[in-house]
């Protein structure tokens, strides 16, 4: 009895067994979730400290070293870069993929607790940390203004109301504030009044500190009555300070406002953030590693009227930037793209058929397959996204084959003569080993997927598993139900009505059969040529993967571009805020550009940052790349300013924020060195024909005012280098000096010299030091400054000064080839041994993966080989099954090559799959062989001739339709189809050449090799 027998016998059994399965996937699609990509994401952990006024050397050597000292003994931390610029460094910590994100950032936590020692007292608040990936690009931004408010109390309600409650959504890991600043009081300071009055900036900071206060007081405990003691102790706005009395002279008392002007600001004013070019506070709301975007999206929005509404309605909330827009338009392409592979793989199976109830059967496989693998997605906690969509729209041609196999060997059987139920019995029995074949060397080919490391294997992993459900399914299907219709579905031939349509596609198909005869009787007399065009396929494959031009994933549109604009080093706040208002205009007068987000300071001044959300396809018809093409030759008419644009892609590796997409970092214990050569580099960089836009990180050309004190006139007045230091931190560093509280928020007391005392180096002369004695004496009495250059940033990595470049690629021209051209350059400019050069991001997962491609490829073929050699008990049957494959990679290789597209980590999927689709010609082609050698005594030649003319329609069949299933992916449109279209060509192109090789060379391969073992005795069947 065969495994299809029961099945076909119960019918009502099997009906309801399938109609279960339909149920529990059709339930299971409803709750799976919506993503473009599988979670992928590395562990990343974003630590942050400040120290306002710290030029970027005292927070690399102070703050940021030993906190990377702490950072570098945890385990399985696998990069730590980090920025240091004035006042504030940022360390990026990125964990292996294995950490969990909580439990790596308890541990960041702990060393954050043991640095503290080490980090300098004047720290306002301890270093903290966010789950986050700041190189991730946002997942949505808000637009916070109003018409009548300041941008202050604008800002003020964002940061302590809005970001906030949105902080505490499950997924949100930060929720940035920008465009505006903190409510503080600013005490400008006028020095030359202060020293009239015998004050210095260190007792008026002292003075100032004590003035305001927020301390327990205590109660009193009465017999009857208790009374809790308050004290107005605190100074809460500018004219609460200006009546301070800061010292005594000449026996009266000196205010306040006597020697500063007090004003009501914020704490810092070289801040600037635009939407859509007006003035506005931005949120910017990045999601935790592995959060689903779309979930977190959702939960922020659901939350948004309710904080709405507990705001000023003068404070107006809009949506700036949305990235579920274009994640679901994407998904919404694929599946319309799944549903017309469907009707084409149906297509095809009614043009061989021509059989409207013949047709139903192996159609029925496909949505049922399609359909039950939602259930298998959902228990092991998928999504729905790009790949496990693709790998549905890609199954559909791989799920009919097993129906269409059964059905047309039932429909062989009903055409001889059987009944059906007859017919079914026996073609299910006589099929069934093939099915199982079929299915097992297929799932063969995902190992090497399943057991890939790094974010590539993460990231296919889900595609490689969903199809593999989807063919398990489909097999189960295949020997169950499907046999089981064909019993009551297909037509006795006596009954049988032929029309005249069916007479002339059936005069088709015997020309077809007829052509492909006398080819193979050719072929098979013609032995030795075909087995060298055998050969030839497999060298021509090795050739063409060697010139192909590769990359790791294809460029997606995702509607969305990042910017990052550069300004002279030397550039004041006022001139970079004009010049940054100039590049908002040429971006948002470009048609394609629906909204743009800017911002500037918060880092170093001649930096600032741009978020632009492109409109959609259609009625935009450009890509992102194409718009960023446009308007660089605009950006680059606007005088003093560079914006560096790059398109957004779902998949991003690496820590680091980069000006453009691709990172190439040089890395030296020697600073001097790595100072001189880094911009050498750049300078060849610029040159490539295959780079744009190309960018370094290193800004070592802004200047300074050098103060070199006397130490010996210095000391003879008792006056310390801490005592400078102080006077000048007072006076140019927006030193905090006091904190008020309220109910809702802390805001700071800013003690500052006058600005418009602060704009010239002669500021320094008006700058008074106290001595032990109390008297004060100017500073340029004890020391003289001079101007030269420093550096803005100061970056590390991995604990070692580092410079990154990064670049985008011209147009037509792959990853591949412009790490080529980089590493040559490299050798030209005679870059020095002792300076580390290498890929970072995406660029270095592209350079680790280009190294396991061959041996991933490898992989699947040992695997398919043990496969069948252990079900069909020979060494050499498998050899002819994987002779197959070296025209499939010719054709996959010449496609891709022919459609301009460059052999992507998507590509290489499309290969492994050829392995598995291609081969299974040869498996229906040498199991009945096998088969008619032994039952029927045929010779080699006889046996697999017979076999070739019996699988020829069936053979067709499946080719067509996994084919036809596969050509909406490679000539699709829409969002998100650049990232699906490697997969679909090189299925069509490689199933295309290898079916006009695979029916000639299979069968010659087969009797060449039954030559060379001279194998006489029949194959024994592994079914016996």
Not at 145 to 173: C, H, M, W, Y
Not at 429 to 435: D, E, H, P
Request: charged content about 15%; hydrophobic content about 50%.
């Amino acid at each position: 009895m065969s495994i299809s027998e029961p099945f076909i016998r119960r019918p009502v059994a099997t009906t309801l067994l399938a109609a279960a399965l339909l149920l529990a996937g059709a339930a299971a699609y409803t709750q799976l979730p919506v993503s473009p990509l599988p979670r992928v994401d590395f562990p990343t952990v974003n630590v942050s400290a400040g120290l306002p006024g710290a030029s970027p050397e005292t927070m690399a050597s102070s703050v940021a070293t030993p906190l990377e000292r702490r950072f570098g003994r945890i385990a399985g931390l696998s990069e730590i870069t980090s920025v240091s610029s004035l006042g504030s460094t940022s360390l990026t910590l990125q964990f292996d993929l294995d950490r969990d994100v909580d439990a790596a950032a308890r541990d960041v936590q702990a060393a954050i607790n043991a640095s503290l020692g080490d980090l300098p007292a004047g720290l306002p608040v301890r270093p903290n940390f966010r789950k986050v990936n700041p190189a991730d690009a946002p997942i949505m931004i808000l637009a916070v203004s109003s018409e009548t408010l300041p941008l202050s109390r604008v800002f003020d309600t964002a940061n302590t109301v809005l970001a906030q409650k949105i902080s505490q959504v499950e997924g949100v890991g930060q929720v940035f504030v920008g465009g505006g600043q903190q409510p503080a009081v600013r005490i400008q300071v006028d020095p030359a009044a202060l020293a009239g009055a015998g004050l210095s900036t260190g007792s008026l900071r002292t003075t100032i500190g004590a003035a305001t206060a927020n301390a327990p007081k205590g109660s009193l405990d009465g017999p009857e009555q208790a009374h809790a003691v308050a004290a107005d102790d605190q100074l809460l706005n500018a004219a609460a300070w200006q009546p301070l009395i800061v010292g005594y002279a000449n026996g009266s008392p000196v205010r306040l406002r006597d020697v500063a002007r007090v004003v009501d600001s914020v704490e810092n004013t070289r801040v600037a953030g635009w939407v859509d070019g007006r003035r506005a506070v931005v949120m910017i709301v990045r999601r935790q590693p592995g959060a689903n975007i779309i979930e977190v999206i959702e939960r922020v929005k659901a939350l948004l009227p309710q904080l709405t509404s507990a705001i000023s309605p003068a404070i107006k909330v809009e949506l700036a930037l949305d990235r579920s827009t274009t994640i679901r338009a994407s998904v919404r392409d694929v599946q319309l793209t799944l549903f017309l592979s469907v009707g084409l793989v149906v297509l095809v199976v009614f043009l061989f058929l021509r059989s409207a109830r013949a047709t139903v059967i192996p159609s029925v496989a496909v949505p049922l397959a399609i359909v039950a693998t939602f259930g298998g997605m959902y228990l092991l906690g998928y999504s729905l996204d790009n790949l496990s969509l693709m790998a549905l729209t890609i199954s559909t041609g791989f799920v009919v084959d097993d129906a269409i196999v059964v059905t047309e060997n039932v429909t062989r059987f009903v055409e001889a003569g059987e009944p059906p139920m007859q017919a079914a019995l026996k073609g299910a029995k006589q099929i069934g080993f093939t099915i199982v074949s079929i299915t097992a060397s297929l799932l063969a080919v995902f190992i090497p997927i399943l057991l890939m490391g790094g974010v590539v294997g993460r990231l296919f992993r889900e595609f490689a598993v969903t199809l593999s459900i989807a063919i398990a399914v489909s097999a189960v299907i295949s020997l169950t139900l499907t046999p089981m219709m064909a019993s009551r579905l297909l037509a006795p031939r006596s009954t049988q009505r032929r029309g005249a349509l069916y007479r002339a596609s059936e005069r088709f198909f015997d020309g077809m059969l007829h052509g492909y005869e006398r080819g193979l009787r050719w072929v098979l007399d013609h032995h030795g040529l075909m087995l060298a065009v055998t050969v030839a396929a497999a060298a021509v494959s090795v050739w063409l993967y060697v010139v192909v031009p590769k990359g790791l994933f294809p460029q997606q549109d995702t509607g969305q571009v990042a910017g990052i604009s550069d300004a002279p080093q030397d550039i004041s706040f006022p001139a970079m805020r004009a010049r940054q208002e100039l590049v908002n205009q040429v971006v948002m007068a470009h048609p394609a550009v629906d909204h743009m987000v800017s911002f500037i300071g918060g880092g170093t001044i001649n930096n600032g940052n741009a978020f632009i959300q492109l409109k959609p396809k259609p009625p935009r018809r450009q890509t992102a790349d194409q718009v960023i093409g446009e308007l660089r030759p605009k950006l680059a008419q606007v005088p003093g300013i560079q914006l560096f644009l790059q398109s957004v892609q779902d998949v991003r590796v690496g820590g680091r924020v980069a000006r453009t997409q691709y990172q190439y970092t040089l890395q030296d214990a020697n600073l001097a060195e790595l100072n001189a050569w880094a911009p050498r580099m750049v300078e060849k960089l610029k040159t490539l024909p295959e780079l744009r836009d190309v960018a370094s990180d290193q800004q070592t050309s802004a200047l300074e005012l050098r103060v070199d004190v006397d130490r010996d006139t210095a000391a003879r007045l008792g006056i310390t280098p801490q005592a400078v230091d102080d006077a000048l931190y007072d006076a140019f560093g927006q030193r905090q000096v006091a904190t008020t509280f309220t109910q809702l928020n802390q805001y700071r007391v800013v003690l500052e010299m006058k600005p418009e005392l602060a704009q010239h180096p002669d500021a320094l002369s008006s700058i008074y030091v106290p001595t032990p004695g109390g008297g004060q004496v100017p500073l340029s009495s004890i020391a003289r400054w001079t101007p030269g250059p420093t550096s803005l940033s100061v970056n590390h990595q991995g604990q070692f000064p580092a410079v990154t470049l990064s670049f985008n690629l011209a147009p037509g021209v792959a990853l591949g080839q412009a790490l080529t051209a980089v590493h040559r350059a490299e050798q030209q400019i005679g870059l020095p041994a002792s300076i580390r050069a290498a890929p970072q991001g995406t660029a270095q997962a592209f350079v680790e993966s280009l190294r396991s491609e061959p041996w991933l490829v490898l992989a699947a073929l040992i695997a398919v080989y043990i496969v069948l050699g252990v079900l069909y008990e020979s060494y050499v049957h498998p050899v002819t099954i994987l002779s197959t494959l070296p025209s499939a990679g010719v054709g996959a290789l010449v496609a891709l090559i022919v459609m301009r597209t460059e052999f992507s980590i998507i590509a290489l999927i499309g290969v492994i799959l050829l392995i598995g689709i291609v081969k299974k010609n040869a498996i229906m082609m040498i199991d009945f062989a096998i088969e008619a050698e032994r039952d029927e005594g045929l010779s080699t030649r006889d046996a697999i001739y017979r076999a070739c003319m019996l699988r020829f329609r069936p053979i067709m069949m499946t080719t067509l339709a996994a084919l036809l299933g596969a050509l909406p992916l490679a000539f699709g449109g829409g969002a998100g189809a650049e990232l699906r279209r490697p997969l679909g060509i090189t299925i069509v192109g490689g199933l295309v050449f290898s079916q006009a090789l695979t029916l000639f060379t299979t069968p010659v391969v087969y009797l060449a090799l039954d030559r060379f073992t001279r194998r006489r005795q029949r194959p024994v069947s592994p079914r016996r």
